[in-house]
């Protein structure tokens, strides 16, 4: 029977048929949570693909010789992903000094970008840079909340805080991208409002 | 209208961000699709082939229960026969009493005292668990 991947199947469905040897959900797992993993990493590490993807192959690494020892009522399997995740990069954050990366890129005449999708892109990009000069746990919380989009709850259960504690990350991290990109609001397409 | 802060970017241009940030996610490449999918092959497990049913027999009192196998089972069975062999040897006047002594009947031992039908058990610790 061929394996969803739509999304019908939960991530702990898809877990436990891999366990038992389903090659179909081994294909769905890697499509569903790859790109997951390779985002959070890629936000976590200032855009370096190189080391994100290292991270997010060997986060995944990690999940499929978890699979066979699979408690269901556990942890969520992206949860469990996202810690892991975030771990592998707190680890290669601290062996390095990490320098922001130049994320816009200065048109050669000078002229912020005009069309929308530039925009947005250079908006993206921007932002994962700024982001590399906050706090580890600060750029994690906003991630997970704001890019991401978890519930505070689950960043609380991922960063193994308080969901007091996600709330004061967040915020404090906000404050600070707010205040270091006030500087790029016009090349960021922002004019006076 | 809202009062523009220089110093700070608005909570709608922070907002503008992050939905950027939502919109143009990273996407893996096929050769770390590649990988990471080589890497689910190599540390899937087997197929798992359906189990043989547990055989199971019901006990006297209507309980099912495990059959005994392994060494608890041999040993039973190890100290049973020696108890019957220490019967035969040990206590010939006994011998013919024994469960499935019949053929044994009449060993013969003539003269006995009073102490010869004093009981020396063997430990039956072994033997009860098999009950």
């Known amino acids: 029977m061929a394996l969803d991947l739509d999304g019908d199947l939960s991530d702990e469905a898809l877990l436990a048929a891999y366990g038992k040897g389903d090659p179909a959900a081994a294909r769905a797992l890697t499509l569903r949570l790859t790109p997951r993993a390779l985002g959070f990493a890629m936000r976590m590490l200032a855009g370096d693909r190189a080391e994100a993807e290292d991270v997010a192959q060997e986060a995944m690494l990690r999940l499929f010789r978890q699979a066979p020892l699979w408690r269901r009522g556990e942890a969520r399997v992206g949860t469990w992903l996202y810690r892991v995740t975030a771990n592998l990069c707190i680890d290669r954050l601290r062996k390095r000094r990490w320098v922001a990366l130049e994320a816009v890129e200065e048109p050669a005449d000078g002229r912020p970008p005009v069309t929308q999708r530039l925009i947005a892109q250079d908006r993206a990009r921007a932002l994962v840079a700024a982001l590399a000069a906050l706090p580890v746990r600060q750029k994690q919380a906003v991630v997970l909340r704001h890019i991401e989009g978890l519930a505070n709850p689950e960043i609380a259960e991922i960063m193994q805080i308080s969901v007091e504690a996600v709330e004061s990350l967040t915020a404090r991290g906000k404050r600070a991208l707010a205040q270091g990109l006030a500087d790029r609001r016009e090349e960021l397409g922002y004019g006076d409002e | ?131």
């Open chain 2, 1 to 131: 209208m809202a009062m523009n802060d220089q110093n700070r970017l608005s909570p709608d241009e922070l907002e503008a961000l992050f939905q950027a940030a939502r919109d143009h996610p990273p996407a893996p490449g096929p050769a770390l699709l590649a990988r990471v999918l080589a890497e689910a092959a190599a540390h899937q497990p087997p197929p798992r082939q359906a189990a043989a049913p547990r055989r199971r027999f019901v006990a006297a009192n209507g309980r099912r229960q495990a059959p005994l196998r392994g060494w608890p089972a041999l040993l039973g069975l190890s100290a049973a026969a020696a108890f019957g062999v220490w019967i035969g040897y040990a206590h010939p006047v006994l011998a013919p009493f024994a469960p499935g002594a019949g053929a044994m009947a009449g060993s013969g031992a003539a003269g006995f005292e009073l102490e010869d039908f004093e009981p020396r058990y063997p430990d039956f610790s072994l033997l009860l668990e098999e009950i």
